[in-house]
């Protein structure tokens, strides 16, 4: 499946942005989809993830209550809609996919995804 992520800018602190994700090449709905972020000089991290049928969702701590990860499948796209965003924000975000193995299934770990779109960056301004 062939990813293509897009969505990210420049945003003032407290300001908004929403990510997309376009999947293509595979049947979308049978894949868990996950959000990572890279920020300069630091190890990518685990974000946001979804099932494949949209019935679970989880978040990093750091973002829980101001991101929000939803997926449309006739559209075959995920969405990552940022909230308050702050600073500490910043970062080249990714998404990546995987086919699912259960309902509910999702994913935290890099390891776990197959494959990976190119990322788009995001800069949150103090």
């Known amino acids: 499946v062939q990813l293509q992520a897009s969505g990210g800018g420049l945003v003032q602190a407290g300001g908004s942005l929403r990510l997309s994700c376009a999947a293509s090449g595979r049947t979308f709905s049978n894949y868990v989809m996950g959000w990572f972020r890279q920020a300069p000089g630091k190890e990518r991290e685990f974000v946001a993830a979804?099932?494949?049928?949209?019935?679970?969702?989880d978040y990093a701590d750091s973002v829980k209550g101001r991101f929000t990860i939803s997926r449309n499948n006739a559209e075959n796209t995920v969405y990552l809609q940022m909230n308050s965003l702050k600073p500490e924000d910043t970062a080249v975000y990714s998404c990546?996919?995987?086919?699912?193995?259960?309902?509910?299934?999702?994913?935290?770990?890099?390891?776990?995804?197959?494959?990976w779109g190119q990322g788009t960056q995001v800069t949150v301004s103090a």
């Open positions: 979804i099932s494949w049928s949209g019935g679970s969702r």
């Open positions: 990546a996919a995987v086919r699912a193995r259960t309902y509910f299934g999702i994913y935290y770990r890099e390891s776990e995804y197959d494959y």
